[in-house]
């Protein structure tokens, strides 16, 4: 048989597979009435004063802001709605609305409003929002069954299993990547449904899903598809409910929690820092988030950067330090990171925190996927002159939709570099640009000043307190039990 | 009866007194005033147990009953191993270094300097007034919306949507940039103040305030000087606020 043969062959059977298994399991309930009634000149009034800068005048999502943000405001005309307790295709019901205005739009700068705006405000923003739509449907064919969400199976190693044994039979990774990183072979050039670039989700940043990281959301996503978006409903490839639950305990196994820090903890190892950026030394060495945001204070001003946020882990022994630079990236295109340090530590003063000031001149080091290191010194955007690597060397590269760089250099300070050392603070910041997003020069995401600690290993005098005051106390609760004993057999 | 358990009763409360402390008083207090309310609570416990005879013998009895051997040999090394390894504990979370950050005092609204420089010029800031605050509502309307444009255009990704400081940028930042909303920003100051914010950004900050950790832009080098007016106008409008006067000030020193 020929390779076409055995495509075409597996093809009819994805294709058949949903007829001869069972009819999609989706129970549903009917929508419950909105419990307020519209007040069109109410819900035009606060739609002016708290929605046009977005999604505009109109509802055609084409506000002043539109241009600058990312993903695009939502244009209410065309009546698409994302997150839904409807079946795919449907409109989405009063209570749905309600709810993303309520809960907002994680990984977008749909804030949430219930702590704003009062229930009544929202859901007259609700019929507001229903108002805009030109063709007419919310009166035409209006959501007449929900979608029942149930109570999620309890989560066992089993059911994620299962779960992702499903993520490869129905192809999640085509668009999600096997690792979940959004970097599968399809992910690149998507449109939504009027054109606009859209990525897919990456499963390990639980806080950017849209509708919410509970295991219930994503199940309901799966359920539901994301209209207007390449994200189908998986009702018909997956009939049944539990499969789904199974696949969605998978994905929310793939998250993790954002974990923030304002230092950067180098471990002390004895051997060597190892090359390898998947070593087990590294895994050890634990991770820290640095959210970064968007350069918009020099010319070109970037507001939409690709990424928003690095991770990083840190190294030390007694000859050199080393830090591992990870980020997510759907897709591969020239990223390039940088870290920006004072050339001069002084005292908790910091230079300016783009590129640096003429007092205070910042050392960069920059490693990118085509040229690899360079390193320059810079006293501000426009004045950045290059230097050689000196000590400093670079690795890196991409796998599994995820760059990771390895950046090394020795403790001491040669000149115009800082020293590193044990329990001292070195402030670093991150710089980060995607090549497939457009970004280069001052084109990127960055971060304000952290800290870099190569972290002590515990003293031993740091035993002296807790191990004295333990050892009184129970000498003194021995001797104070050894009288009370003897002199209550002698009252005996 | 009761008596019995005096001694679980007394620890039992000043657990509670302690979580209650702890967990249920918003913004959390200073650990240092923790600490004096949590010596007030035990003074006043063993006070009260010790004030009366029959109550604090109940209160020892259990006490007495471990170091005197009769009680059930694994209460016995429960308590007698327990209590050094508390206060142990303890002192290994006062003394063991934790490594967080230095602490940097920050001024958070320092004292604005009597003149600084605009696109070249000198400005007072003594009497400086936002000359399109107009008392004519609908040239005030037109000024404040067009604010409103520029705010979602240069301010919004890091003070947010509903101007409470929490954009999607925001997170990136520490500090985090200023929450219009709350009472302690721009509604405690007069709007000269917020204009010499605004116009000379983090770099504009005296050495107090660590200029050095602000993000904030030099937003005279991106707009103009009616720009920057404008969208003064909006932050008050748009977050419920108005800005602190001299009148107002005034009156209160006549009352």
Not at chain 1, 59 to 78: C, H, M, S
Not at chain 1, 399 to 427: C, H, M, N, S, T
Not at chain 1, 449 to 473: D, K, N, T, V
């Amino acid at each position: 048989m020929r390779s076409t043969d055995l495509l075409a062959l597996a093809l009819a059977a994805l294709f058949a597979a949903p007829l001869s298994a069972d009819a999609p399991q989706v129970p549903t309930e009917p929508v419950k009435p909105t419990p307020v009634a519209a007040d069109p000149e109410a819900g035009r009034r606060l739609y002016d004063r708290y929605c046009t800068q977005c999604h505009g005048a109109e509802g055609k999502g084409d506000g002043p802001a539109a241009e600058f943000v990312y993903p695009r405001p939502r244009d209410f005309t065309l009546a698409i709605f994302k997150v839904r307790t409807t079946l795919s295709g449907q409109l989405p019901t009063d209570q749905d609305l309600f709810h993303i205005i309520s809960e907002g739009l994680p990984g977008t700068s749909m804030p949430a409003w219930k702590k704003f705006l009062t229930e009544n405000e929202r859901w007259q923003l609700v019929h507001q929002v229903k108002a805009f739509d030109s063709l007419g449907l919310f009166n035409e064919e209006p959501a007449k069954e929900r979608v029942v969400i149930g109570a999620a199976p309890e989560v066992t190693p089993a059911l994620i299993a299962k779960g992702k044994e499903l993520y490869q039979q129905k192809k999640c990774w085509q668009c999600h990547g096997q690792y979940g990183r959004g970097d599968g072979p399809s992910a690149q050039g998507m449109k939504d449904e009027w054109g606009f670039p859209i990525r897919p989700v990456n499963f390990t940043k639980g806080w950017r899903f849209r509708g919410g990281d509970r295991i219930e959301d994503i199940y309901r996503t799966f359920t539901t598809g994301f209209n207007g978006t390449p994200m189908p409903s998986f009702v018909d490839a997956i009939p049944a409910a539990e499969d789904r639950w199974a696949l969605a305990a998978f994905v929310k196994s793939l998250s993790r929690p954002q974990k923030n820090a304002q230092v950067l903890k180098a471990g002390h190892i004895t051997g060597e820092i190892p090359a390898d950026p998947y070593a087990m030394e590294w895994e050890q060495a634990g991770f820290a988030d640095f959210p970064l945001a968007g350069q918009i204070i020099k010319e070109p001003r970037w507001f939409k950067p690709a990424h928003d946020v690095i991770t990083a882990r840190a190294l030390y022994n007694d000859k050199e330090i080393a830090l591992l630079l990870e980020w997510d990236d759907g897709t591969q295109g020239a990223d390039q990171v940088a870290l920006q340090l004072p050339v001069q530590p002084a005292g908790n003063e910091k230079p300016y925190f783009i590129l640096g000031d003429e007092r205070r001149p910042v050392d960069i080091w920059r490693w990118n996927a085509q040229t690899g290191l360079t390193r320059a010194t810079a006293s501000g955007a426009a004045r950045q002159t290059p230097r050689g690597a000196g000590n400093l060397s670079a690795q890196g590269g991409y796998r599994d939709g995820q760059y990771r760089v390895i950046l090394r250099r020795p403790l001491k300070g040669g000149e115009g570099e800082v020293a590193f050392e044990p329990g001292g603070f070195v402030p670093i910041a991150f710089q980060l640009q995607d090549g497939d997003n457009g970004e280069e020069g001052l084109k990127m995401a960055l971060s304000t000043w952290y800290y870099l600690l190569p972290q002590p290993p515990m003293p031993l005098s740091a035993w002296f307190w807790p191990l004295g005051i333990g050892f009184l106390a129970l000498g003194g609760e021995l001797w104070l039990a050894r009288r009370m004993r003897t002199s209550a057999r002698r009252a005996a | 009866m009761m008596a019995r358990y005096t001694l679980y009763l007394a620890v039992a409360l000043w657990l509670a007194i302690l979580a209650g402390l702890k967990y249920l008083i918003h913004p959390p207090m200073p650990a240092s005033v923790l600490m004096i309310y949590m010596t007030l609570s035990t003074l006043g416990i063993l006070l009260f147990v010790a004030a009366d005879e029959a109550r604090f013998q109940a209160f020892l009895a259990p006490l007495k009953s471990v170091f005197e051997g009769r009680a059930p040999l694994a209460a016995q090394v429960l308590v007698l191993a327990g209590i050094p390894l508390l206060l142990g504990w303890g002192a290994w979370l006062r003394t063991a270094p934790t490594w967080d950050a230095p602490f940097e005092p920050r001024v958070v609204h320092p004292e604005p300097p009597s003149s600084f420089s605009l696109h070249g010029r000198r400005i007072e800031t003594a009497n400086l007034k936002n000359p399109l605050r107009l008392p004519d509502p609908v040239q005030l309307e037109k000024y404040t919306q067009e604010g409103k444009t520029i705010y979602y255009q240069n301010c919004f990704f890091c003070h947010g949507d509903a101007l409470a400081g929490d954009g999607h940028f925001a997170n990136a930042f520490s500090p985090i940039p200023a929450n219009f909303r709350d009472v302690g920003t721009i509604s405690m100051l007069q709007e000269s103040f917020v204009f010499w914010r605004v116009a000379t950004g983090g770099p504009g900050l005296p050495k107090g305030a660590t200029p050095w950790l602000s993000a904030m832009p030099v937003w005279q080098n991106l707009l103009t000087e009616e720009e920057i007016w404008k969208a003064i106008l909006y932050i008050y409008a748009g977050s419920g606020s108005t800005p602190r006067t001299w009148d107002e000030e005034a009156g209160h020193e006549k009352h």
